[in-house]
Each structure stands twice: as structure tokens, then as C-alpha cells.
């Protein structure tokens, strides 16, 4: 069915499973990256976006499972949507730690979830082509999405200013768990993609409107937090912020950011490409939360 | 000139339209979208993570160690809950919360050294003491203690754990109870100088152990403590060995509730065989001793969802129609508990469960 050919690294393949993992965040300040505010709410937009983001990922990889014909891709799934049910309930735990510490999401959190529940939910639609056409539209959003997942899990991983900054190790942990598992799992949502679809056309169309929601909502979440922080007077993100953010390694390149844009829309581009499983299983082996869990 | 005209509208609309919203959004900087009516990011209530520190490592009878942990802002608890605590390995074991529910920002745990158990009350006994910071998740009650005319309660040995905060609050409460509390020698048996001294007025207690009086039971039930002349709505609690609980289970009379707790792992595809209707597809299935509601499902469904197999990622919640559920997960919350289950790990208490798959 697919009009392109992904050039897979099967090497990169690995058995996918959940890890049972858990944080305390007892004792994680408001400002995890010490002394940078922007940076520690710009990474904090995931713990907005992801509870209802991959509660979504769920909700919709449960309907496509009928449509899979390949036994090794859904047990791929399978493990997917596992580890992505956990990175939501990770996330989530941290929302109302930030409310303990006066800095309370909901305003925006109630607006993601209508965003992923009710925009992006199943809608009113006549059994047959309209809802399949939609099943398979989230499909390719979700991994247009997974393409920055990916990316940004890779990284965390290898992000050391962060470390050399002093972040919070727990923090750390849960991005770099996730991260970890992200790169883990990158190439599962765009096989199945390709599996039940993988037309061209509809890769980029998604990959639009998800890097344009994607955009949208980050900034949005960024300003929100920086305008809501109880310490800062005044608190403003900007574009500027971002650029020298990127440059001193305290977050993802403005050139990395814009450079991972035409290898999704490369015909060739298959997840296997990016990052490394080898490093991802490797934090996952030393990880605090992930050590001990299977 | 048409063409300069129609440029200079344009771009003077564009400004009005940006100043327009830049207005907009400072007003509201969330605007234009809206929002869930009932959000539920942020309130799950799953699985919250607690740091805690042991202040007080005590040794309550032999073989037992009692755990004092503090921290901050520790939930509330009513008698019978259990906490989970992630021990250094990363193993996680529930343990019976035995202290003063009264008592904010302190929980007490006591566990016994199992030489052949899994692993998880020698890592308690050989590596957690004093100072030392612990990860705990809860707490959970599924024991709970119900309002009942008179009370019976069976404990055996560390059994008494989940027990004793519900002693001391029906105590003073001026309830009818009475308990038996059996165990392998006085020595073993903790908390016993505190059961005997809330039992001591009105002869509540009878204390068995096996190496003075013997097993508690034999083939026609408790010699020790007639279960038929309880009350009708007598209230029955168990907690203590498998042996111990079913014995229980044979004693009390038919028409009575009684609440056991178990100390079962809780992912191990244990009990008796049930039935397992699937409503929507309109078949019936039976799930045997030595396997899971979930591979039974899956043998006739093969597009139900399901990951991590051991009752912590969710994915496999079902919607239960009818049936007494065997919960046997740590993550659904209590009002999830009503009317759904984790089909991988949890089972059926009586014959027979009704899914809507």
C-alpha cells in the first residue's frame, strides 16, 4: 500500500515492554534546572501535553489492532501502547506536585485533554469509510508525532548540560526513562503506519498538522507557565530564549529542530535511521525508576 | 492605483487583526481554546509516589521487624489499608499499615522473615534500617472494615497487622468483637501484650498458640471459638496463611460476609477455575487454575489490548457487567474497582464474571 521505501536498520529492532516504574516527588524543586526558569518550563510543557497526549495514543492504537495483519508488528503494539500508558501516568503524577508548589496547570491541562479527548477524539461518524479515513488520520498524526518523540528522547539521553547544570535527578530520570523508551520504541508507530496505510500524501498532511499543533501548544505551555510562576515577576518565553537555550545544550538545537523536518518527509526516512536503541537500552539498564522493573 | 489600495487594506486589516489578538491574548493568555468540563489529567490518583524515611526500626516479636517511616504529607488511612513499598532491589511488596490512623505524617509496617518466600521480607529484615529512605505508593484499603453488629476477626501470626488499628478502633468505639489470634509460639507472635490488654474486659481474645494448644482448628472447625453463635450480621475478618483463611472460609456460616486478606503475590495466575461470559460477542469461556482471564479472552478475541501482563500499565482494563471481582492489581482506583478489572492479574471470587467485550 505504500508509495515510498523506507530504508529500515533492522539491527535497531528490539523486543518492546513496560516498565513499572514510579517517582517521588517529594523533593523536586519548582525549578528543577537551578537557576532557569525557562529552561525547566519549556521541558515542563511535556508533563501538559503527555498524560492526555498518550492517553490518546492508547485510545486510538486499541482501534487500529483489528486492522493489523502482522503478528511481529502487533506484538509491537501491544508493547507500545503499554510503555505509552506509563509514560502518561508518570507524567501525570508530576501535575499535582507542580500545583503543591503553587504553580497549578489545570487552565491548561482541561484544554489539552478537550484537545486530545473531544478534537481529536472519536467524533460522531457513520461506520465505514469516514471513521476508517479518520482512524488512519490519527494513525499518521501519531506518528508524525513519535518522529519528535524520538527525537527529543534522543536528546535527553545525551543532553550533559543538564547534568553539568545540576537538574534534578529525578527529573532527569523520568525524562531519560521516557526518552529511553521513546527511542526504544520509535519505529512502531510509523510501521504501523505503513502497515495500515503509509501513503505519502497523508504523511505529510499529518506531519503538518502535527508539527503545526505540536508548535502551537508548546509555546503556549511555555508562556503559560513562565506568566503563572509564583517566584518570577513577569515571567516571559521568548524566541530568543529558545535560540540560546539550544546553543548552550540546555535544550534541543533550533538548526537539530529544523534539520529533523525534511527526513520525515524524506520517501526514504524509516525511525531506524535515528538515534541508537543500543544507548536507550543501555540508560534503561542503570535507570533508578526503571532498575528492578522487567 | 487599485493594486497599492488593496495591499494597504490588506496589510491594515492584518495589523488591526494582530493587535486585536495580541489584546486577546494578554487578557486571557489561554484563549480561544476550550476546555474539558471534568479535566482528568492531573487527578488520577494512581500510583502516587511517596518519599518516606525510617525514624524507628523495632523488632515486635521474633522473626518480625516493625518499620516507623515519616515523611511529608503522608495521605490518610482508615484501618486495614496496605501501602506498597519499593524496596532498594526495586522489588515492591504491600505491607499492612498497624500504626494509629490518628497519627498524620507516620506510617507503621511490621513484616516476618519468609527464609523460602520471594525474596522481598529478607530484603526488608537485611538491608532497610534506620535513617534510611524508602519509596512508597498508597495507601490503599481492600480490607476494609464495615459496619456490622458484632465483629469476629482470625488472625494468624503477622496476620494481625492489618488488624490490630481495627481492634483499637472498635475498642473505643464500645463494639462488639472478639478475636483469635493463633500463631506458631507466644514468641513469634507480635503485638500480642496490646491485643490481650484491648481484650482483657470483656474476654474478647483467645490467643492460640500451636506450641501450647495446638492447631486452632480441626475437621469440625474452631473448638476454640464457636463461629455459628455469632449474630447474623456478624462481620468475619481473616488474615494469616492460605490453610488459615479456607479453614475459616468452611466455618462461617453461609449467610455470613467475611473479608479475607491475603499476602498473595499479586501476579501469580492462582485459584479455582470460573466462567468467563463475554457479553457483546455472546460466548462463554472458562478460565482454569493455572492460567489468566486475559489468555482465555485472547484465545477467542484476538484484538483485545493488553501489555505488561503484571497488572501496572492498565491497558487491559474491562468493563465487568456482573460478578464478584478478584482484584488482584495495584493501580485501579477504588471507584474504577466497582465496575471494571485488570484482566491480566485479577480473577473472579465466585463462578463466574460477565465482561463487556
Known amino acids: 500500500m505504500s508509495n515510498t521505501q523506507p530504508d529500515v536498520v533492522a539491527s535497531e529492532h528490539t523486543p518492546l515492554k513496560p516498565r513499572d516504574v514510579s517517582f517521588s516527588w517529594d523533593r523536586t524543586p519548582l525549578h528543577w534546572v537551578p537557576g532557569d526558569p525557562f529552561t525547566t518550563h519549556t521541558i515542563n510543557v511535556l508533563h501538559l501535553l503527555l498524560p492526555a497526549g498518550e492517553r490518546w495514543f492508547v485510545h486510538v492504537y486499541k482501534q487500529v489492532l483489528p486492522l493489523i495483519t502482522d503478528e511481529r508488528l502487533r506484538e509491537d503494539v501491544m508493547g507500545f501502547i503499554g510503555q505509552e500508558a506509563m509514560h502518561s501516568q508518570a507524567h501525570d503524577d508530576v501535575l499535582p506536585h507542580l500545583k503543591a508548589l503553587g504553580l497549578d496547570p489545570t487552565p491548561y491541562t482541561a484544554q489539552v485533554d478537550w484537545f486530545f479527548e473531544k478534537l481529536l477524539g472519536d467524533r460522531t461518524l457513520p461506520p465505514g469509510r469516514a471513521r476508517k479515513w479518520w482512524l488512519l488520520e490519527r494513525v499518521a498524526i501519531i506518528a508524525a508525532i513519535e518522529h519528535y518523540t524520538a527525537f527529543l528522547g534522543d536528546w535527553v539521553l545525551n543532553a550533559d548540560a543538564l547534568d553539568r547544570r545540576g537538574a534534578d535527578p529525578t527529573m532527569l530520570d523520568l525524562l531519560r526513562w521516557h526518552g529511553a523508551e521513546e527511542v526504544e520504541h520509535r519505529s512502531v508507530a510509523f510501521d504501523l503506519f505503513l502497515h495500515v496505510d503509509g501513503s505519502y500524501r497523508r504523511r505529510v498532511r499529518t506531519w503538518a498538522t502535527a508539527f503545526t499543533a505540536l508548535v502551537f501548544l508548546w509555546q503556549r505551555g511555555t508562556r503559560f507557565f513562565m506568566e503563572n510562576d509564583p517566584t518570577l515577576d513577569g515571567g516571559k518565553a521568548s524566541f530568543t530564549a529558545l535560540r540560546h537555550r539550544g546553543r548552550i545544550g540546555m535544550l534541543p538545537s533550533t538548526g537539530a529542530m529544523v534539520r529533523s523536518i525534511p527526513r520525515y518527509l524524506s520517501p526514504a526516512y524509516h525511525p531506524s535511521q535515528e538515534a541508537s536503541t543500543a544507548q536507550a537500552v543501555a540508560y534503561l539498564a542503570s535507570s533508578p525508576a526503571a532498575k528492578g522493573s522487567h | ?357
Open chain 2, 1 to 357: 492605483m487599485p493594486r497599492i489600495r488593496t495591499v494597504a487594506l490588506i496589510a491594515a486589516t492584518a495589523l488591526l487583526a494582530r493587535r486585536a489578538l495580541r489584546g486577546r491574548i494578554s487578557g486571557s493568555p489561554l484563549w480561544p481554546m476550550p476546555a474539558l468540563d471534568e479535566p482528568v489529567s492531573g487527578r488520577s490518583g494512581r500510583r502516587r509516589s511517596l518519599a518516606a524515611t525510617i525514624t524507628e526500626r523495632t523488632s515486635p516479636a521474633d522473626g518480625v521487624v516493625q518499620l516507623r517511616l515519616e515523611g511529608d504529607d503522608l495521605p490518610a488511612w482508615t484501618p486495614g489499608a496496605h501501602i506498597d513499598v519499593v524496596l532498594p532491589s526495586g522489588l515492591i511488596r504491600q505491607y499492612s499499615l498497624c500504626g494509629d490512623p490518628a497519627e498524620r505524617g507516620a506510617y507503621t509496617i511490621a513484616t516476618r522473615r519468609i527464609e523460602d518466600g520471594r525474596g522481598g521480607s529478607r530484603e526488608v529484615h537485611d538491608a532497610l534500617n534506620e535513617a534510611d529512605e524508602v519509596e512508597i505508593r498508597g495507601p490503599r484499603n481492600r480490607f476494609p472494615l464495615v459496619v456490622a453488629d458484632a465483629y469476629v476477626f482470625v488472625a494468624g501470626g503477622i496476620g494481625i497487622t492489618p488488624i490490630l488499628p481495627m481492634l483499637r478502633q472498635l475498642d473505643a468505639a464500645g463494639a462488639d468483637w472478639r478475636l483469635l489470634y493463633c500463631g506458631r509460639s507466644r514468641a513469634t507472635m507480635p503485638f500480642l501484650d496490646e491485643v490481650e490488654k484491648l481484650g482483657a474486659a470483656g474476654d474478647r481474645v483467645t490467643v492460640v498458640p500451636e506450641d501450647e494448644r495446638g492447631f486452632p482448628e480441626d475437621e469440625r472447625g474452631f473448638p476454640e471459638l464457636d463461629f455459628t453463635a455469632a449474630p447474623d450480621s456478624t462481620a468475619f475478618y481473616c488474615c494469616g496463611p492460605e490453610g488459615l483463611m479456607t479453614a475459616v472460609a468452611e466455618a462461617v456460616p453461609p449467610t455470613a460476609t467475611l473479608h479475607l486478606e491475603r499476602f498473595a503475590p499479586r501476579a501469580a495466575p492462582s485459584g479455582g477455575a470460573f466462567e468467563v461470559e463475554l457479553h457483546r460477542s455472546g460466548r462463554t469461556i472458562t478460565v482454569g487454575p493455572g492460567t489468566t482471564v486475559l489468555a482465555a479472552v485472547r484465545a477467542e478475541l484476538r484484538d483485545v489490548s493488553y501489555s505488561c501482563e503484571q497488572g501496572f500499565c492498565g491497558t487491559c482494563q474491562q468493563r465487568v457487567l456482573a460478578g464478584d471481582i478478584d482484584h488482584r492489581d495495584e493501580l485501579l482506583t477504588d471507584s474504577e474497582r466497582d465496575d471494571s478489572m485488570l484482566i491480566c492479574v485479577s480473577r473472579c471470587n465466585g463462578e463466574r464474571l460477565v465482561l463487556d467485550l
